[in-house]
């Protein structure tokens, strides 16, 4: 039986909130209808520590953009700890404010999927809940090996999970993924295996690498790095690395996670056109 359902919505600057924050209300409201509903704004562009604002059916806190939803949530799990007294039986919603923004190219609203169907016969109070993608080989990171990943726009943990993989944010050294040449993008440290470092260049860059013709998926606005995107690839590079090790950590824990990904998965998934 699940007590209460905190919701944490990543924002910055507070840009088009109202249908965010009532698609994740709906979305409570029907996985968890008996639930108790407490809803945290953590705006990422109030960076004051002392910030903090209760309002009539929420809560707004200060976030830390540092490494962007990551660093955000971060605060909102330490605001939970500090302020709040839950039970056990408590789930955290994380959602950032890109999540009502996606459908996919069969025009279908993958939140629909958020429903209390998906839960039926699964032990929700250990699990993860989330929308799977998957690479075609498994990766490495940090030591821990995988090859799915929840999308971080949108996913739901346990509050024990959540204490067991907190922070959400990257804590070994950067110097350890990225080089400090643009001659060479990635790091040679063994931290990150070859495959994840090809596989991610060939999203960002459109790059594929002959070692791992198995991966040639490119992103929408990706290009060719150099001095002008540098910068912004990194940071691009860090989003999609702190995704995939917070998954990594939840199978390093062997965390069960109902996925939300029911669509069809075509055998060429992962060397077809992305966007056609």
């Known amino acids: 039986m699940i007590d209460e359902i905190i919701i944490l919505f ?7 909130e109202e249908d965010g924050v009532n698609q994740l209300k709906s979305i409570a409201a029907r996985m968890f209808p008996l639930a108790k509903v407490t809803f945290i704004t953590i705006d990422n562009a109030i960076i004051t520590d002392s910030y903090f604002e209760e309002m009539r059916s929420s809560i707004r806190i200060s976030g830390d953009n540092s490494q962007y939803e990551f660093s955000g949530w971060d605060c909102g799990i330490s605001f939970i700890n500090k302020e709040l007294k839950i039970s056990n039986n408590t789930m955290i919603l ?34 993860a809940v989330g929308y799977l993608d998957d690479f075609p080989k498994n990766v490495r990171i940090n030591g821990i090996v995988y090859k799915s990943w929840i999308r971080s726009n949108i996913f739901i943990l346990p509050i024990s999970v959540v204490s067991a ?10 110097s350890e993924v ?3 040449s643009i001659d060479k993008f990635w790091s040679d440290s063994d931290l990150i295996s070859e495959n994840w470092k090809a596989y ?6 459109g790059v594929e690498n002959k070692n791992f013709p198995e991966y040639k998926l490119h992103w929408l606005k990706a290009e060719p790095l150099c001095e ?5 690839f990194k940071k691009k590079a860090l989003c999609i690395l702190s995704e995939h090790y917070l998954s990594a950590k939840l199978h390093k824990l062997n965390v069960p996670i109902i996925d939300t990904n029911i669509f ?3 055998i060429n998934r992962h060397v077809s056109a992305y966007y056609a």
């Open 178 to 180: 990225f080089s400090d």
């Open 10 to 16: 990543l924002t910055y600057k507070s840009k088009s």
């Open 165 to 174: 993989i907190y922070p959400l944010s990257i804590e070994f050294p950067l």
């Open 200 to 205: 991610i260049s060939s999203w960002m860059f």
């Open 94 to 127: 994380f959602a950032n404010d890109t999540f009502y923004r996606r459908n996919y190219k069969d025009g279908t609203n993958f939140l629909d999927i958020f429903d209390a169907p998906i839960l039926e016969g699964k032990n929700i109070s250990t699990s």
């Open 228 to 232: 002008n995107n540098w910068e912004m």
């Open 264 to 266: 069809e998965k075509k």
